[in-house]
């Protein structure tokens, strides 16, 4: 987060609180195979407040991740999230790849298969970059880097209040 930046001036945009996290309804408590289906407000909830690497501000105020990026299919057990770099350069955008499957993995059920992608045009190197994020084995050698750990943990603390 330090050092020239790649977009030092990116636009910030207000955000509506809107914020619906809640607890998780069970249908039926002598079922407990039945459930509420999980949905693309309730993932975008999740997402919304991870830091952006490179700035102080979430993803959602720099308008990286949007609700209607998010599709689940609670049946068939998929996700795919698209997300916006705020340049088509960004050099941090499997780092922000990284950090939403993250978060994605530590708050959903895993039978859930998670893609994640950046939107179609919106970055120079968007092949390399989609096959980096869905790539099991690469996914995996990163999250065994020590250093990239804490920077996607640190990513993931979210806004801090000001006093």
Known sequence: MEGEKINPNPVVHDVTSTLRKRERIVLDP???FEREDFDAAELYDHVRDIIDPEHPYTL????????NQITVDDRGSRVKVEFTPTVEH??????????????????IPKRFKVDIFV?????????????????????????????????????????????
């Not at 959602?60 to 609700?67: S, T």
């Not at 960004?90 to 708050?107: D, E, F, P």
């Not at 994020?133 to 801090?160: H, I, S, T, Y």
């Open 30 to 32: 002598e079922n407990e």
């Open 60 to 67: 959602e105020q720099l308008h990286v991740v949007k609700e």
């Open 90 to 107: 960004c050099s941090m955008a499997t780092l922000i790849g990284l950090c939403l499957r993250v978060k994605l993995l530590r708050c």
């Open 119 to 163: 939107s179609p045009g919106s970055h120079a190197s968007e092949l390399a970059v989609n096959k980096q994020l869905n790539d099991k084995e690469r996914v995996a050698a990163a999250l065994e880097n020590r250093n990239l750990v804490d920077m996607v943990n640190k990513c993931l603390e979210g806004p801090q209040e000001q006093n």
